[in-house]
């Protein structure tokens, strides 16, 4: 996985494009305006954080994560936890949850195990996420978690 700074949105798409040669390499995360974390295979992802250099990207900083989150290549991995997820009991939740694979509500069990699982090779959509929660009405985000990542990318979005 590659953190790539400073393309717009396309240009990360046309630079994994012409890098897959024939393997995966995928945007992964819309973090913020002008940055974008792609994965995929070692080999396609370097290719594709030359492509987003000469591209103009203001830096390109490779991950040390043992997975490519968020891409295809977890579709296998996703098919094992839909399994699993299934011997899972669930309710409905009491407040809107907002998945950001596709940026919908999922108001069921039935719906909640599907975003989990598109959420493993799915892009994590977080600009329209933030964008979403601006038009619910949203004025506060909380991280909860280890790191502290998410909340300063929120302020970076012109919701």
């Not at 002008?34 to 990207?57: P, Y």
Request: net charge positive; hydrophobic share 45%.
């Amino acid at each position: 996985m590659a953190a790539l700074l400073g393309l717009e949105d396309g240009a990360v798409l046309a630079a994994c494009q012409e890098a897959a040669q024939g393997e995966v390499v995928e945007a992964v995360n819309f973090n913020s305006p002008g940055q974008v974390v792609i994965a995929g295979h070692r080999t396609a992802v370097a290719r594709a954080i030359e492509m987003a250099k000469s591209r103009g990207a203001k830096r390109a900083v490779m991950l040390s994560l043992s997975v490519p989150s968020h891409c295809s290549l977890m579709k296998p991995a996703a098919e094992r936890l839909a399994h699993y997820l299934e011997q899972i009991p669930l309710v409905s939740p009491r407040i809107p949850v907002l998945h950001n694979a596709e940026v919908v509500q999922a108001p069921t069990p039935m719906e909640i195990r599907t975003a989990l699982t598109k959420q493993l090779y799915r892009p994590v959509r977080w600009v329209d996420t933030i964008r979403a929660f601006a038009r619910e009405g949203c004025t506060r985000v909380v991280e909860c978690g280890p790191g502290k990542v998410l909340a300063p990318l929120v302020r970076r979005i012109d919701s």
